[in-house]
């Protein structure tokens, strides 16, 4: 759609994404688009009932400049594709690159070259198609959607609709990978009596082309649409309407023309011009490198700041500062409080939540994580907690209609959930995983043989497994064995009963589900094994709402307290030993101490109720430093149609300008700058140029780099001078909750750099600080610099006395005291301290050592502001699909296996392709950045099957 800068300075960011519902079942259909088939062409393929192809409803909007367009598009009764100015970029970046499924590619030029191996052109009337045939139609991109026919939810995926003998009333057959889920048992088969739970994942025809393919006839209605009531107008009625229709349509174009009149030049905002199916691109006139300030320079006030005007970023709005009100910035702890206790939705399964009937109490990890929690609101755990016991399917509809404040019921992040949650049409926010699982078979020896093969053929043809509802491992069974017998449980206890039963010879779960000790509980008595391998990742964390940023803080900040206090080595009878602190306010100063004396720390409570059914695996452990932590999130089904860049979001405002301001910061290795040829490259430049492919169809030098001191970036970003910040900023629990020079609380992605407070200096002042000796006769006039307003300050001063540290403004400036003479120490990050940033950033090329230990943990992220869930979540995927990439062995040459999504709306489906094509995998960037100066290892490596330690509690306490 055409698009113009936000104009409404004084318009607050929504506190929560606006999902468009899922495209499924009649009345869910995207509004943008028509319901009445285009001129001259066949009836298409319909959402429930109404078709979705064919131009944008309505006059779009767009900037005031393009008057004579306004004029155009005015005349028009129904729009015609519009043009950019520079033709080959439009044809290139208009065109939606891939779908999911799809495979076209499109050149330069926006030719298509041909369909790729699992293209599939658009239905034709009558046809059916399968979850590969997720197509578009050339001209407008419309998306042509899948139905699944679903027992329980018998409106999901496009509106099938199944009645009790089985049969399709409405909608599309479709399949996954290749393989439909049908959902309604088959109540006619002749092969005796099927479980009420029977998924039959083999691929079906329907019985009519006309029901399946809902085609509409040529009055533009669907065979079965019921006729509405005529409604009659008389002449004189029309005559008036029109006239009145006539007078605004002449007011607002006059509008648009005094706009264009009075309007100035705003300098710093760049109008993007685009067609209707072009996602972001770059505005021909824009430098794609341009520096907002002198890297030379370290002096703010030379920064040159977007000039304000009605049409540039608005300032978002800080996070309520920690006062002494216990509810302070947060809607949900204060109905917390009011009600007197915290509601937890959980769900029934041992280890995790399970009634001890001696007490009649509910206990279990997850019910331990839950008390903690409300223990940290109230004081203590006593009555403070109500438990809902919810199906695995409802967990998330539970939490959306706010009947409970949080969920904890071994939810899988995963990038689906976090955009666009199926069951509710909107996206959540996961805490830090409390615990790391994945998927395995169990049940019968030689089935579970079987399926660890993945053979469900010839003498595995028997194969019948079992696996819970509204799980992840619903989509990834049939994945893993196609066509393969499958029956879905709707409650842990029918899980383990279908089994018992008969009904399945194999169960998919998660080890700890599917572990011998809760089988054998359940009833079952028969052999059983559980196998070795394991089939996804599925790191389980609390779920809370998109609309209260601070409570989910609140949330996630437990479960990094009771990691911490294992590795500090602080337990449920040491708890009062453990830091106080005041970020979330005075009345939360106990909140570390309370929760872990309620329930004790993170090893505590796995030994107490999860250790019986599965042993401690490595990957349940606190990381030590000494292996990898580079481990990407899963993605889920990502081809659902998720939201549009929301309008005055940070990602729709980038795309009106026409560029990414990109905050970052002179270092060697992550950001450098060449004078001559103008040019920024470095590691945390590669995450910006990912971004900027990511937005603009695979250009990556659409950037706007502006060099922060680290006293400034916090207030740049909450100002909005800066989309994101990509500089070297270590992770805290301060900075996520509530950073006092900008008063707001931030958002942050995966680390991708872990460093760690370090001294280099010379001979042998070096040693002196490595070494923490003041004493010495050569150590007692050691002086260190350090970049003043960073967490390597904060942990110099816990380690030398005030008048050894030499403060400085920028890191830069720290570097070169070893030239000026203000000191004979430098600290920081390993990177910071490496010979070779000394010598390139700081000029420094006398003798020189570093030192070999480490004083603090600094993981390194991406920062974006909390008032912006999509535009934060933009920035997480990009940076975990790095991740991804190296994991599965894809390089920039092979991009083109990185999955599609339409999670961000249906033009941006080759985000995660863009990203990796421009910059490469995360081992690529490490490699062409880093290598050199830090070489790989420790943290940094990659953590993959066979899984290291993941747990990593950060910094901050």
Known sequence: DWTMADNADSTPMPPARASRPHAAGVGNQDPRYAATARPGAAAGVVHGQQEIRGPPLGAPQMPASNVATALSFASQATPEPLRVQDTALAKKTAMFKASPSSGNEYNSEGSRQGPGPDHNPPPSPGTSRGASSHAYSEDHGTQYSRSVANPTDHMSHGGSTVDESGSTARGTSSSSGGNARNAAYDASSASGTRHPFHVNTAKEAPSSGAEAAGVMNAEGQHPNAQPADKVTFSKQTLLVAGSIATILIVGLLLGLIIAVVTSGNDGDVVYVTQSPSMRGTPSPTSSPTTDMSAPTSMNPETTPSPTTTTTTTTTATPTMAPDS???????????????????????????????????????????????????????????????????????????????????????????????????????FTFSTPYLYNGLSFAGLPEFVNCADQLNNTETCAELHVCVLDGTTHLDRVPQLLPDVDLFRAPTVESFYQSFIDGFCNTLAGEQFEISEAAVRAAGFTGDYIVGESVFSKEPLAIVTRDDDPRFSDFANWIVQGLLAAEEQGITQATANSFTKTDVFGADYENMFVNAIAAVGNYGEIYTRHLEDLVPRKPINTINDGSSGLIFSFPFGRIDGLGSDPIPGGTLQKIIDRGELRCGVTRRASFAEFDAATQIWSGLDVDYCRALSAAIFSGVSNTVVYRNLPATERFTALANGDVDVLSRITTVTMERDVFEPGAMAGFSFAQPNFYDGLSFGGIPPYGQCADN???????????????????????????????????????????????????CQVVAGGVHDVSSGSVEDVGGYTGPYENGAKRFSKDPLALVTRQD??????????????????????????????????????????????????????????????????????????????????????????
């Open 325 to 427: 009100s216990p509810t302070s910035g947060s809607a949900t702890l204060a109905r917390i409080l009011e009600r007197g206790s915290l509601v937890c939705a959980v769900s029934t399964q041992a280890g995790y939540n399970t009634v001890n009937p001696d007490t009649d109490s509910q206990e279990g990890f997850e019910i331990d994580v839950a008390r903690a929690i409300a223990a940290a609101v109230f004081g203590s755990d006593d009555g403070a907690v109500q438990f809902v016991d919810v199906p695995y399917s409802d967990r998330f509809t539970t939490l959306n209609s706010s009947d409970v404040d949080l969920v904890i019921a071994a939810a899988t992040v995963t990038m689906e959930r976090d955009l666009l949650e199926p069951s509710t049409g909107t996206g």
């Open 868 to 957: 912006d869930p999509q535009w934060t979540s933009f920035v997480f995927w990009i940076v975990s699909s790095t991740f991804f990439a190296e994991e599965e062995g894809i390089i920039q040459g092979s991009s083109g296996q990185m999955p599609t999504t339409n999670l961000f709306g249906v033009l941006f489906g080759r985000v995660l392709r863009d990203a990796v094509e421009a910059v490469g995998s995360y081992g690529q960037i490490y490699a062409r950045n880093v290598a050199g100066l830090v070489p790989r290892g420790g943290l940094n490596l990659l953590n993959s099957n066979p899984f290291g330690p993941q747990h990593y509690p950060l910094p901050g306490f």
């Open 772 to 822: 923490l000796d003041t004493t010495s006769p050569e150590c007692q006039d050691m002086r260190i610099c350090v970049n003043d307003g960073t967490t390597n300050i904060a942990r110099l001063r816990q380690l030398f006395p005030a008048e050894y540290i030499v403060a400085k403004a920028t890191g830069e400036l720290a570097l070169q005291g070893l030239v000026s003479g203000d």
